[in-house]
Each structure stands twice: as structure tokens, then as C-alpha cells.
């Protein structure tokens, strides 16, 4: 066991050391429980509402949700939920301490790209009998079901959706005479539309992006390469395709924004927490988002929230399914208790009453229309997003991307900031491929 605990501590704080920027087995735990809690027959325990405490660790970046989930919860069960809510860019080193002393929390929350690596790295128990358990399981969304499997074993469940559009202040462009229904067919007619809101009011901040953040950017520009027909990667992950004619298109297209002005000087070095602001608080005509910054920036006299797809260079449209899973951690002994909550988070009246409730996504496609929905057309569209989007795949994402000392992030700037992008990102590629081939 202390062999096993030194040997997953060591893999994954090699690890760390490259995905910090964006366990074992407890003695005492029963076979069943290590395994996931499956009963002999395969089939899933009926109830693990015992009046078990329960700890949870869970990103910042979808804190609002989880609490909201933990809230409802708690005031219906015997079973409570200690949730402790980690700033996104230490969760990883909070995780790597937890793992090699078998002190994970029971609940273990986890970004959907990540999800491959704390999979393979033993962060998890197998729950793949318990999936199979719900009627519904073919519903729960593909795309992080995948994430969190390995080698056939399921180990987590969606927990948040997260999916990237694009914001409009309506209030903005109707002042301009611009039609808020449809002003991004294509990244040209963005920038169009910019230009005669910006002659309008020069005052007003066109597209806001946060430019010096690797994992906004994925999630934000990399939409605009799949709506122009195109891949990132290569299917198995190992290699960037961002230096082809079709990403370096749109590259371009958003450089000549930043030239234009159309992208503000000040969202060159927005790392990330503060890229709501210039659109919360009426500076901004656009901003690239995703599907949870709609239950969380208020509307007001300044603002007037709509909601579009990124386009591409010559229109389409796409989206990158983001967000987190949720995992009962292989350092938990009480797994059955640990599931009543996974399971009823995905239950229909947590992902109606809830997250649709709040203008949250559900995680399930067969809920995705449902009376909150209907009622918002943004709501409509990003649910319709969640299907026609995309996750990418690589062992190696983290730390190629996210990192903002990795490859990743120099290459989308010199795309977007820099003076010849459509040499420097073939230039700065090789390095990326590396980053993703290294083992």
C-alpha cells in the first residue's frame, strides 16, 4: 500500500509540475468499495443516504454551480457534503499533495481535458457498474463520459457543462444601428460590425478575449478553426495541426482585429480572472465566454445579454465543450455514500430544479429542452452548441496549453498579437508537437 501510494504521488507530481496553471486505496476500504461499490451481481447499492459526511473539492472557475448543487443536496439528505472550493490555478498542486498520502476528499471534481490524466494516474475509482445502473446513462454527455474513461473503466461523470459562444451587449449594437440577431456570421462581418460600432462610439471596446490566459484561448479561438472546417489536433492528440492553411486563416482574421483595434490593447495581457469584466459592466460590445457566464453577469442598464455562435473565416459554426466531471476518489471509503450524491446531481430534479432553473446546462442531452430552456432562446442555442461542438483530446493538454509556461500559450499570442503570424505559429509548432509526443 505505501509502495503504491509512493509510486502515484511521484507520477503525478512529475506531472503537476506541467499542468498546475489553469491516491490509493484507504486500508480499510472494502473490495466493493475500491471497485466502486458494485454488489456481486453488478448491480449498484440502493441507497447510500446514510448520514455520511462527505468532503468534495471543487474548481473555483464552477464553484457557482457546484455549491448550488451541494446547497440542495444538503437540505434534503441525511448524507452533507463539506465542499472545499480550490482557486483554479492551485487545484492541481492541492490534489498532488492530497494523492500520495491517501487524503483525497471522497468528491473529486476535475476539468473535463484533465480528466484523462487523474484517470490514469488512479485519482479515481472505477464506476462504470454504477453508470450502468441509471436509466438513463446513454443521456449523460458523451464527450466528458469519454474524458473519464480509460481502458474501458469509467471512472467519472459530467458534473458541469461548459460550452464557448459569443456575447453581445444588444443595448451596444442596437444604439449602432447593428443587428444584434445575427452580427457574426463570419469573423469578417464581426469585424465589420465592430468597426461601424466603434465609428458610432469610439469609446466602446469591441471583442474582449483573454489574451494571455492558454486555457481561455483554446476554449474561445479554437471554435473559430473547427467552424472553418478544420482540426487542432490530430485525432490521437500527438500532434498540433494549428500550423495548417485553414488555423492560420483565423489566426489572421483575429491579428487584423487586434490591429484594427477591434481587440483592445488591454485584453493582450488578460490572463484570465478578470476577462468578464469589460463585458459585465457595458465597455465591451463582445467577449468570448462560455455558457456559464450567462447565470452569473447580471444584466443592467448597461448591458443587455444575447448570445451567438463563434463563427469562422467564412461562416459555420462551432463551440468547445468545456467544464468539469466528478469522481468518488480512490481514496475514499465510502463509496456508496459518496455515489447517492453523483447519482442525484445527475438526477433530473437537480438538473431541472437546479441547473436549468439557474441557466445552467444540463449534463444530460435528454433534459437539454425542458421548461427553463424554452423560456430563454440563449439557452436554447448553447444546449444545441453542447451537440455540435467539440472536446480534444490529448494525454499531454494540460501542460501543452494550459500551462502558461508551456507551448501552447506563445503560440496562440504570436497568432493573435503577433506582427507575421502566418510564420511564427508554424515556427513555434514544432515545439508544441513535442510537447505533446513527450512521455
Not at 457534503?81 to 491517501?102: N, R
Not at 448591458?303 to 476518489?329: E, Y
Request: aromatic share 6%.
Amino acid at each position: 500500500m505505501a509502495q503504491r501510494r509512493a509510486r502515484l504521488a511521484a507520477a503525478i507530481a512529475a506531472t503537476a509540475l506541467l499542468l498546475a496553471a489553469c491516491g490509493s486505496d484507504g486500508d480499510s476500504a472494502s473490495t466493493d468499495e475500491q471497485t466502486g461499490g458494485s454488489t456481486d451481481d453488478g448491480a449498484a447499492p440502493e441507497s447510500g443516504d446514510t448520514g455520511a459526511t462527505l468532503t468534495m473539492w471543487a474548481r473555483s472557475v464552477t464553484a457557482p454551480q457546484t455549491e448550488a448543487l451541494v446547497e440542495a443536496y444538503n437540505a434534503t439528505h441525511e448524507n452533507q457534503i463539506e465542499l472545499t472550493v480550490v482557486p483554479f490555478d492551485s487545484y492541481l498542486q492541492k490534489v498532488t499533495a492530497a494523492a500520495g498520502g491517501g487524503e483525497l476528499p471522497d468528491l473529486l471534481a476535475a476539468n473535463v481535458v484533465e480528466a484523462p490524466n487523474y484517470a490514469q494516474l488512479g485519482l479515481w475509482q472505477d464506476i462504470g457498474d454504477r453508470i450502468d445502473s441509471l436509466d438513463y446513462a446513454d443521456a449523460l454527455a458523451p464527450s466528458h463520459i469519454d474524458a473519464g474513461t480509460v481502458d474501458d473503466q469509467r471512472y467519472a461523470v459530467p458534473h458541469v457543462v461548459d460550452t464557448s459562444a459569443l456575447y453581445v451587449n444588444t443595448k451596444i449594437l442596437e444604439a449602432a444601428g447593428v443587428d444584434p440577431a445575427d452580427p457574426a456570421p463570419t469573423l469578417q462581418a464581426l469585424a465589420d460590425n465592430i468597426a461601424t460600432i466603434q465609428a458610432a462610439n469610439p469609446d466602446v471596446q469591441g471583442l474582449y478575449v483573454a489574451g494571455n490566459c492558454g486555457g481561455c484561448l483554446v476554449f474561445t479561438i479554437w471554435p473559430s478553426i473547427w467552424a472553418s472546417g478544420a482540426e487542432v489536433l490530430s485525432e490521437d492528440g500527438t500532434e498540433s495541426l494549428l500550423d495548417q492553411p485553414e488555423a492560420l486563416e483565423v489566426f489572421e482574421a483575429y491579428n487584423q482585429m487586434v490591429a484594427d483595434g477591434a481587440i483592445p490593447e488591454a485584453a493582450r495581457n488578460e490572463a484570465g480572472p478578470t476577462q468578464n469584466e469589460p463585458f459585465a459592466t457595458g465597455q465591451a460590445a463582445f467577449s468570448l465566454l462560455g455558457s456559464k457566464a450567462l447565470a452569473t453577469i447580471p444584466e443592467s442598464d448597461a448591458l443587455s445579454i444575447g448570445v451567438v455562435p463563434i463563427p469562422g473565416v467564412d461562416g459555420g459554426r462551432s463551440s468547445f465543450v468545456g467544464g468539469d466531471v466528478l469522481g468518488i476518489s480512490s481514496s475514499s471509503e465510502q463509496a456508496d455514500a459518496a455515489w447517492d450524491f453523483v447519482q442525484w446531481t445527475l438526477s433530473e430534479e437537480a438538473q431541472l430544479e437546479v441547473m436549468a432553473k439557474g441557466k445552467n446546462l444540463t449534463v444530460r442531452t435528454d433534459l437539454a429542452s425542458n421548461q427553463y430552456s424554452e423560456q430563454d432562446p440563449r439557452l436554447v442555442l448553447l444546449n444545441e452548441l453542447v451537440g455540435e461542438g467539440r472536446t480534444p483530446y490529448a494525454v499531454n493538454f494540460f501542460q501543452t496549453f494550459n500551462d502558461p509556461n508551456g507551448p501552447g500559450l506563445p503560440l496562440i499570442r504570436a497568432g493573435l498579437f503577433g506582427d507575421d503570424p502566418g510564420s511564427e505559429v508554424p515556427e513555434l509548432n514544432g515545439a508544441v508537437n513535442d510537447s505533446l509526443q513527450r512521455n
